[in-house]
């Protein structure tokens, strides 16, 4: 996380969100875990569990951002982030004295979602006023960096604690991670802002919406993000059910091509800077939509050539072109959106993104009971083709740099 050229408040911002993705990831993972062994759940209690985590970012993501937009942001930060360290302090306290159960383990998860999506409005929105406007790019790379570390390390490291030490050590860990960020957040310098006149709620969420909507830029961005969460969440319906049925492989290999995908994200993270650097803007913003393309061809084609050496690389595409769409796409918003409207701006994206993930699994879920695995890979193929022909037909493609 070395922070060399960008301003020290900035690195506090870095390691703050290094230990909040961090803390998110193990409690994401270490939860279903903990139901399933010591509870003894099934898909249904899962499903219901991951549901309610996911409601947060459909519910709150605007209105948090209105707050992030009328108050300090590093103050939201520090109260969601607080608010994730408690919830994280109950749940290890049910597991100690063996008072858990699905329903205070969902109400739990969704006192935690909350602090996730107070965070993520808050922190891409205080970025442009910690950084130059020409470093934007490497700061929100640094970030992404952090997110793909925490991605790809958080799973295996849950796994580990609760097969060895067991759930609590998970919460415990998860809980001081988060209990870190608190403190960084803390002492982080907001520089001052002068903020707009409030005005009803309402209003300042459609401004939000309309700016997006009517922008030449952040339009063709929103939509191949619904194309590419719809296309992706098709995908993750079938794969499990497929790799095991049609490609043959056990439980480890699974779990590997899966892993495979944070791989993808570590490595994007650490070439975008030169990726970026080395192209027009533009070009850079398109670059992920087109590498989701050839992954998904890389899918399809193990319905000719079933082996997981082909899944496994479908999955490390997948991981490295959208975290580079992440860092570039979250770098022009960054630059074309006023400052009083970042948190509204970014959370629209985080509702719209959230809102797509559900409609995607249904949409999985009907095809494959009705189809089979095959039409789904199909199905998300096309999604993915869809949401690359979005965004290389946009105006982004004479973007040389960013806009002024």
């Known amino acids: 996380m070395q922070s060399a050229s960008l301003p020290p408040a900035f690195a506090r911002l870095a390691w703050a969100n290094l230990a909040a993705q961090s803390a998110e990831q193990l409690s994401l993972a270490a939860v279903p875990l903990v139901a399933v062994l010591m509870l003894g759940s099934g898909p249904g209690e899962i499903g219901l569990l991951a549901a309610v985590q996911t409601l947060p970012f459909l519910l709150l ?14 103050r939201l930060m520090v109260w969601a982030e607080l608010l994730r360290a408690v919830s994280l302090g109950v749940l290890l306290a049910m597991v100690l004295t063996g008072q858990l159960s699905i329903f205070w383990l969902a109400v739990v998860g969704f006192a935690g979602a909350v602090g996730t999506v107070g965070f993520s409005v808050a922190a891409p929105a205080m970025v442009p006023a910690l950084v130059p406007r020409g470093s934007l790019a490497r700061a929100n790379g640094r970030l ?18 609760v097969a060895w030490v067991g759930g609590a050590a998970a919460f415990v860990l998860a809980a001081l991670l988060s209990a870190a960020a608190v403190a960084l957040l803390w002492r982080l310098h907001e520089p001052a802002r002068t903020l707009a006149p409030a005005r009803h709620p309402l209003r300042e969420m459609q401004e939000g919406a309309q700016f997006v909507w009517r922008h030449e830029y952040l339009r063709p961005m929103l939509l191949t993000g619904i194309a590419w969460n719809i296309a992706w969440f098709v995908l993750q319906a079938a794969y499990v059910p497929y790799a095991v049925r049609v490609l043959g492989l056990n439980t480890e290999a699974v779990g590997f091509t899966l892993g495979m995908y944070g791989a993808g994200m570590v490595v994007g993270a650490l070439l975008a800077p030169r990726l970026v650097g080395a192209m027009r803007f533009g070009s850079a913003v398109q670059f992920g939509p087109a590498v989701s393309v050839a992954a998904a061809g890389a899918m399809v084609a193990t319905l000719a050539l079933p082996h997981g050496v082909l899944a496994g690389l479908s999955f490390f595409l997948f991981g490295a072109g959208p975290i580079i769409w992440t860092i570039t796409t979250t770098t022009l918003r960054q630059s074309v959106t006023p400052d009083d409207m970042l948190g509204r701006v970014g959370a629209v994206f985080l509702t719209v993104n959230a809102g797509s993930r559900p409609a995607g699994a249904a949409l999985g879920a009907v095809v494959g009971a009705t ?7 199909v199905l998300a193929f096309s999604g993915f083709v869809l949401q690359a022909a979005i965004i290389l037909t946009s105006r982004l493609s004479g973007l040389r740099a960013l806009p002024k």
């Open 371 to 377: 189809w089979g695995e095959a039409a789904c890979l």
């Open 144 to 161: 992404e960096l952090a997110r793909s570390a925490a991605y790809a390390a958080g799973p295996a490291l849950a796994g580990a604690l």
């Open 61 to 74: 993501s605007i209105p948090l951002g209105v707050l992030a937009d009328r108050t300090s942001r590093r």
